[in-house]
């Protein structure tokens, strides 16, 4: 397997930040961000989801397409996949994505298929199967492969839902993200029994872990829980064991980091998190 970082989880690093002190760790690559976000609140410094200085906007990806291979390349960096955010519904956008990561050299991208609205989730699951037909159209045109990631709070939280989704589309046109931090919150499914309902489908792989936090409810004899991020050490999702089945499954494509935990400095963490990575995978 190789080992990147998305750079959703990098907020506080420039790009030519990220590429030297990944390539500087021992990173195999990196996982670009690629959206339109929206600016910090005011007298916030930025985070993960807004002012992150590790990504690259949508409205000028083409054009940043030159710079974004020279430094990552020069860092001896692969590029696993593209961290995209554009709806399938949003064809437009899909398509000046996949000009750009066929220009930058990626095979494949994230086409995301978001959540039901008030029409309801049989209803959405429908309309995006059609909507990502022609995903799947412009992937072949372009030869950048489409994935769908395993989310929560999506049309495809779980692996069976996502190959419900995909499974009238050719793998090579059409693929899946596992991601067991998200499927922690919604759609767990046992690991092997998730890669295998997956099958050829499976196409890239992004770890992170969570942890649930409670929450005492005022002025009622009960507690709410929510989760949150954990680092990858300490979480509840057992990465050993899937790092297990990976290999017994046969997977030996790219792994991409997204750690979203707080408790440890972004250098230490990310420097860690590789040393866990080849301490579970070997």
Not at 40 to 56: E, I, L, R, V, Y
Not at 94 to 100: A, K, P, S, T, Y
Not at 177 to 203: F, K, R, T, V
Not at 251 to 266: A, C, I, K
Request: with cysteine; aromatic share 10%.
């Amino acid at each position: 397997m190789k080992f990147a970082v998305f750079t959703a989880s990098l907020p506080e690093w420039t790009p030519e930040e990220a590429v030297t002190r990944l390539a500087a760790q021992g990173w195999d690559g990196v996982e670009w961000r690629v959206v339109d976000q929206k600016p910090p609140a005011s007298g916030s410094g930025g985070g993960f989801w807004s002012g992150n200085k590790c990504t690259w906007p949508l409205s000028s990806f083409e054009e940043d397409v030159p710079r974004i291979r020279e430094i990552t390349e020069k860092a001896g960096l692969g590029m696993p996949s593209v961290g995209a955010y554009a709806r399938c519904d949003e064809i437009g956008d899909v398509e000046r994505l996949m000009r750009g990561v066929s220009a930058l050299g990626v095979t494949q991208m994230r086409v995301t298929v978001g959540k039901p609205g008030p029409e309801g989730y049989n209803a959405a699951f429908t309309q995006r199967r059609k909507e990502y037909a022609k995903v799947a159209e412009l992937s072949a045109q372009y030869g950048v492969k489409a994935l769908v990631e395993l989310h929560h709070q999506s049309l495809t939280s779980s692996a069976s839902a996502a190959k419900r989704f995909v499974e009238d589309f050719d793998p090579a046109h059409v693929g899946v993200i596992h991601d067991i931090g998200n499927m922690l919150q919604e759609g767990y499914e046992y690991d092997p029994w998730s890669l295998e309902i997956l099958g050829e489908h499976l196409a890239h792989v992004h770890v992170k872990n969570a942890a649930p936090v409670a929450t005492k409810v005022d002025g009622a004899d009960r507690t709410d829980w929510t989760w949150g991020w954990a680092p990858m050490r300490h979480g509840v999702g057992n990465l050993p064991r899937l790092f297990q089945h990976l290999k017994e499954y046969g997977y030996d494509g790219w792994v991409s980091v997204e750690d979203f935990s707080t408790e440890v400095p972004l250098e230490e963490k990310v420097r860690d998190n590789l040393a866990y990575l080849k301490e579970i995978s070997s």
